[in-house]
C-alpha cells in the first residue's frame, strides 16, 4: 500500500468526521509521510509503521459510532412487512454528549489523534533541528565563498584608482604597475559577472530552504 492508498482509505473510514475536522487528522499524516521519506524511507515501510488505515480510524473516533436503537413493533407481520410501533414503548434515551458549539469542544475520540498529531510535529520539528545543524554552515560557507569573489572583483575593478594614488603622491609612473592595473579589472569584471551569478542562486536556494522548512514545521505539502 502506498501513500494515496493510505490516505484514500483513512479518508473513507473518517468520512463521519466534519471536513475540517478530516482535514487536520490527514494533515498529521501527511506530515508523517514527508518527514520520512526525507529520511530515506519508502512510503511502503512508513505504511507498515503506521498501522492499518481502519485501526487508526477507530482509535481517532473512538464512541463516535452509536449503536442503532431496536426498534419494537405489534408482532410479526405475515406478508413481512413493518407494523406500527408499540405505542407504550419509550425509545432509550441518548448517552449525555456536549454541544458542538460548547466552548472547548473537539469532538469524542479525538483526543488520541491530536496527541498522534503532536507527536509528529514534535517529530518534524526535532528532525528539521538535526538537518539545520548540517544545511545551515554550508549555506553560511557558501554566503562567505560569495563575499570573498565579490570583494576581489570590487579591488579587481578600483584598482586603477590606487595606481593614479600613487602618481598623485610620489609623481612616478609604471608602465608594469598600468598593465597590471588593466589586467585586473579584467579579473574583477570577470569575478563580478561570476558573483552576480552566484548571488542570485544562492538567493534563490536560501530563500526556496526557508520556505519549505515553514512548509515542513506547519505540516502541509505545497507545490
Known sequence: MNKNEFIALLRAHLSVLPP??????????????????????????????LGEP?????????NRYIPQDHVYWYGPDPA????????????PAEPDRPAKDAPGYAGPGLTAAKRRGTFAGVMVYIGLFFLNLIVVPLLLSLW?????????????????????LEFAVHHQFNLGKLFMAVACIGVGILLAVGSRNLFIGLRRLSIG???????????RNEA
Open 80 to 91: 413481512g412487512r413493518a407494523g406500527a410501533p408499540e405505542p407504550n414503548h419509550v425509545a
Open 20 to 49: 475540517e475536522e478530516q482535514n487536520e487528522l490527514l494533515e498529521d499524516y501527511e506530515a508523517h509521510f514527508e518527514f520520512g521519506l526525507q529520511s530515506g524511507k519508502t512510503e511502503e515501510e512508513i505504511v507498515l509503521e
Open 144 to 164: 562567505s565563498a560569495f563575499a570573498g569573489f565579490a570583494a576581489i572583483a570590487l579591488g579587481g575593478i578600483i584598482s586603477p584608482l590606487a595606481l593614479g
Open 209 to 219: 530552504y526557508w520556505n519549505w522548512n515553514i512548509r515542513m514545521a506547519k505540516g
Open 54 to 62: 481502519a485501526e487508526l480510524a477507530k482509535e481517532a473516533l473512538g
